[in-house]
Structure formats: structure tokens, C-alpha cells
């Protein structure tokens, strides 16, 4: 069976068609006249020399393949019929098999193998939410409210790509790469006379590389619903911060524009992710709507350095809390199959 399909490929592969289009056609019509007469030898002869001799179209290919495996059943050539299947999988694995129109021999042998996707790449839209979460407060000044939130400002939609691999157990594991900005304020409030407040923006950028694995579960015969889980990987590249202060007694607004903070941060940090979603697929096609959270596990300000920037804390009266970074999206995403998988069922 195996010699056979070498054979079967390198025939197609290597030998130069020798027959035009119309003379293929024929043959082709005239293996569909000879099968349902039951002239099954005839029929396997002219489809082995279309196979050989002729540039068919995918639509002919496939045809031709099908109906070889079939002449192969009723001639009780089960290896042949076998691995023929085989090459029609591979080549077409999106077959439609249509059980009432074939032999229950036939029926067996396609349902022999189980098709899946195996690399997809594909493009998510997503809306994003971000929230800040302050685990430890730190202080500078007695008189100012340190626990002052860090407040998100805006939300954002944001395209970016992913990679799939599948296994056989309908469980893939899955990577995407996301160039993310964002951007947070907090102001502090002071009883200090002195003082009326004291205030800091950030704006951050990312490069974000979430990994997690998905597991599939198949409702019908193309709807996919699944369920994620995974860690998230930030890389932070810049940094930007601007202070300002309010003094009350010479009613003066102070201020420090892109102060570079990122000596003041952790720039490599963690999130873990859960989600879930439904898909539909259509042949090499999957569309996908979906919902994932993000849970900050450490935080991007950096502990041993939260007292390093003498400027801040000396004129501004300003220190960073530990913070973690957490995430909420909705988002559409469409993907691709490049290669399928085509693999024997276990039985």
C-alpha cells in the first residue's frame, strides 16, 4: 500500500501531461459511465492513465480519486482502495463525503481518518481594557493620599496576529505578538498647606507575546466553541512620565515633562489568561468571537529603584506603589489553515 502511493504521487509529480484537456474530460465521463455498469477494471485503467498523463483541475482531481478508491472497493483491492483514500484526504481534506451515494466499504475507509487544522495564522480586533492594581501603598510625605488610584486613561481597539498549532486531541497550542500602548494617571491629594496636590502621568509601551492553550469542542458540523488558558509575556519599551505639583502659598503650578522612568520599572512582567469563545468554520476558514482576561502576576514598578529618582521625590513628594497590570478584551479574530493534518483513527 505504501509502494503504491509513491507510486500514485510520483506519477502525477514527475510525468509531463501528454493529453489535452478535452481528451482528459473524456476519460474522465467515460470512467463515470463505466462504474455504475460495474466495469470496474476498465474504469480503474482509464482513471490510473488520467491520473499519470493528464494536468487535471482540482475539481477533476478529486473526482478522479474518489471514484478510483471506489472502483478499488467493489474489485476487492482494499490496500489500493486504502491508500488511494489516503491521497485524496491529503490532497482535499475538506472532502464532503456523502454516504448514501457510496458502499458502506467505501464510508468505512474515509471514516478511517480524522481531519483537523494543523498551523493556522490568522489577525485579531479586539476591545481593550486595562485596570490597575495597587497591592502595597508607599509613602514620602506625611499629609498626602498615597493610596490615589492609578487611573487608565482611555481604552483601545487593537489589530494584531497569532499563530495556532493543533494537536490531535482537539487542543492547540496558540502564540500571538501585540505592540501595546498605554497610558495612566493619579492625583494625590494633600492636607499639607503648603500644598494643594501632587499629581503623575505615564505613558508606556509595550511589546506583548501572550502563549495559552485552547481547547476545542465540536457542536455540529462547524460550530466550535473552546476555552483558553495561558500566560501572558511584557516586555516593556518605553517609559515617559510627567510630574506636577501645586504649591498653595505662591500659587504656582510646577511641572516635568517626559521624565524617562524606565530604570524605574520592571521592564519584563507576567499575566495569566483565561477565555472562551465560539467559532465557525468554513473549509481553511474560522471565524472566532471571543472574551479573555489578563491577570497581572508582578508589578511593572520596580522595588529597588522606587526611591532612585531624587528629583521626584525631593520636588514633587512623589513615590511609586507596587502595582500589577490586569486586562479585560472582546475581540473578532478570523484565521487561516495553512497545513491540515490527515491521521488514521485508532481504533
Not at 490510473?48 to 472502483?71: P, Q
Request: net charge neutral.
Amino acid at each position: 500500500m505504501f509502494l503504491f502511493s509513491c507510486s500514485l504521487v510520483q506519477g502525477q509529480k514527475t510525468v509531463k501531461p501528454v493529453k489535452n484537456d478535452q481528451a482528459c474530460s473524456d476519460i474522465i465521463k467515460e470512467a463515470d459511465r463505466l462504474f455504475p455498469e460495474g466495469h470496474y477494471d476498465r474504469c480503474i485503467t482509464d482513471l490510473e492513465e488520467v491520473m499519470k498523463s493528464c494536468d487535471l483541475s482540482r475539481g477533476e482531481k478529486e473526482h478522479s480519486l474518489e471514484l478510483l478508491a471506489k472502483a478499488y472497493v467493489e474489485t476487492g483491492d482494499i490496500g489500493k482502495a486504502d491508500a488511494t483514500v489516503n491521497i485524496l484526504l491529503k490532497g482535499f481534506p475538506h472532502y464532503e463525503l456523502k454516504e448514501a451515494d457510496n458502499s458502506e466499504v467505501f464510508n468505512r475507509l474515509i471514516k478511517k481518518y480524522k481531519i483537523h487544522p494543523k498551523f493556522s495564522i490568522g489577525i485579531r480586533n479586539t476591545a481593550d481594557w486595562l485596570h490597575y492594581t495597587t497591592t502595597k501603598v508607599y509613602s514620602v510625605l506625611d499629609g498626602l493620599n498615597y493610596t490615589a488610584p492609578y487611573v487608565l486613561k482611555g481604552y483601545g481597539f487593537m489589530y494584531y496576529g497569532w499563530a495556532e498549532f493543533e494537536f490531535d486531541k482537539d487542543i492547540s497550542v496558540n502564540a500571538e505578538l501585540i505592540w501595546r500602548i498605554t497610558r495612566y494617571g493619579r492625583d494625590i491629594q494633600s492636607k499639607v498647606p503648603e500644598i494643594g496636590f501632587t499629581g503623575f502621568s505615564e505613558n508606556d509601551s509595550y511589546i506583548q507575546v501572550p502563549l495559552y492553550l485552547r481547547k476545542y469542542y465540536h457542536v455540529g458540523q462547524n460550530i466550535i466553541p473552546y476555552f483558553s488558558a495561558g500566560i501572558t509575556y511584557l516586555y516593556m519599551t518605553q517609559a515617559l512620565g510627567t510630574a506636577s505639583i501645586f504649591h498653595t502659598k505662591e500659587n504656582i503650578l510646577t511641572r516635568s515633562d517626559n521624565k524617562n522612568m524606565l530604570d524605574m520599572r520592571n521592564r519584563n512582567t507576567f499575566e495569566w489568561i483565561a477565555g472562551a469563545g465560539i467559532g465557525y468554520k468554513l473549509k481553511n476558514l474560522r471565524l472566532f468571537l471571543d472574551m479573555r482576561y489578563y491577570g497581572g502576576l508582578n508589578s511593572f514598578t520596580n522595588s529597588s529603584k522606587r526611591l532612585s529618582n531624587q528629583d521626584l521625590v525631593d520636588n514633587y513628594y512623589y513615590v511609586d506603589n507596587s502595582v500589577t497590570l490586569n486586562q479585560f478584551e472582546i475581540g473578532a479574530s478570523i484565521s487561516y489553515t495553512l497545513f491540515n493534518s490527515v491521521k488514521r483513527v485508532k481504533r
